[in-house]
């Protein structure tokens, strides 16, 4: 199993640019969720999933835009970015609630964004 | 509220414990995780805690739950260099899908 990756590893952008975040699993996970990481704030939830076709937002859901058309991608698009978004993005999977290893969230290696 | 707070740095020295410490506000939390993050890398479950438990020993992590100060700690043995990261404390609540996380406490180890 590849497990969370994400794609691309590191990006910059201008101000006003759109671009989307990937992220994909391969353990039939049905938990997906989007992070982003600041410094001294920890990770901030942006949005998460349940399952395919389901999303709800997180912490910090503006700016940010997500679906879920299938169990195994999960994306993240920004529609006009900011230099305020400019983080390290984690997206991680888990199984659902009830179901083995339900309590062990996997991490991708990340995404580094850069908005100048 | 959904706060879960973390002292943001630790120093210790090579061969003594480590001892991270962590508050949460939710009292129906019911799991409390701690995850380990390496530069340049994603976070990697160390251990976590059911509600009903008071304390957790796996190697030299053991895990201290105070349900009703509503405090968590980490204590990791025989701290080596290999230690240094950050450390995230996490919640997440009956059913709930969505993990909270703390801000991290990084770990440092002086020889």
């Known amino acids: 199993n590849a497990g969370v990756t994400q794609t691309p590893k590191f990006q910059v952008l201008k101000t006003g640019q759109s671009m989307t975040l990937q992220c994909a699993q391969d353990?039939?996970?049905?938990?997906m969720s989007w992070y982003r990481q600041d410094p001294g704030m920890g990770l901030r939830l942006i949005h998460y999933s349940v399952g395919a076709g389901i999303t709800d937002q997180g912490e910090v859901p503006n700016g940010y835009n997500v679906s879920r058309s299938t169990t195994e991608d999960f994306p993240l698009r920004l529609l006009s970015a900011a230099p305020s978004q400019t983080s390290v993005y984690f997206c991680?999977?888990?199984?659902?609630?009830?179901?083995?290893?339900?309590?062990?969230?996997?991490f991708g290696p990340g995404t580094r964004l850069t908005v100048l | 509220g959904e706060d879960v707070e973390q002292s943001l740095f630790l120093s210790v020295r090579e061969g003594d414990s480590s001892v991270i410490n962590c508050t949460y506000t939710d009292s129906s939390s019911t799991y409390l995780y701690w995850y380990k993050q390496e530069p340049g890398a994603g976070l990697q479950l160390l251990t976590y805690i059911f509600s009903n438990m008071d304390m957790k020993q796996d190697q030299r992590l053991t895990v201290l739950l105070n349900k009703k100060d509503k405090h968590l700690s980490l204590r990791i043995a025989d701290t080596q260099t290999g230690d240094s990261a950050i450390y995230f404390c996490?919640?997440?609540?009956?059913?709930?899908?969505?993990?909270?996380f703390g801000s991290g406490t990084r770990l440092s180890i002086r020889p």
């Open positions: 353990m039939n996970h049905e938990y």
């Open positions: 996490a919640e997440r609540r009956s059913s709930a899908s969505k993990i909270i």
């Open positions: 991680a999977s888990s199984p659902a609630h009830g179901t083995s290893g339900y309590n062990e969230q996997f």
